[in-house]
């Protein structure tokens, strides 16, 4: 997987669409490229275990997001039409800038 560029951008919203979280949205946190996982707000919580230490004194159970597969989402598109999560394309625009576009109704998923 080393050296595959992704379609998905840290902080965009995306839509999951296989797994135990199938429908939830969330905005990504993280992502692994090279292990093609990414982890997402608020989905496919785990519970951790941690004795006490010196950054945490308390110890017991810690709720934290864990990873996912790439493949288990799609990226939510803002127009109203679409509203769900939808496949990208990548298109060049007339001034060379390489903007990622949504399938269904065409509008730039890039702003800025």
């Given at each position: 997987m080393s050296g595959?560029?992704?379609k998905l951008k840290k902080d965009d919203i995306v839509e999951v669409i296989a797994g135990r979280e199938k429908g939830k949205k969330g905005k990504i946190l993280a992502l692994y490229p090279d292990d093609g996982m990414l982890t997402v707000e608020k989905l496919n919580m785990l519970k951790r275990h941690t004795k006490p230490s010196a950054q945490n004194k308390q110890g017991g159970i810690v709720?934290?997001?864990?990873?996912?597969a790439i493949s288990n989402v799609l990226l939510v598109c803002d127009n109203d039409k679409c509203g769900k999560g939808v496949r990208v394309k990548r298109k060049k625009l007339e001034d060379g800038k390489r903007v990622r576009v949504c399938v269904k109704c065409g509008e730039v998923m890039d702003k800025g």
């Open positions: 595959v560029k992704f709720e934290k997001e864990g990873q996912m």
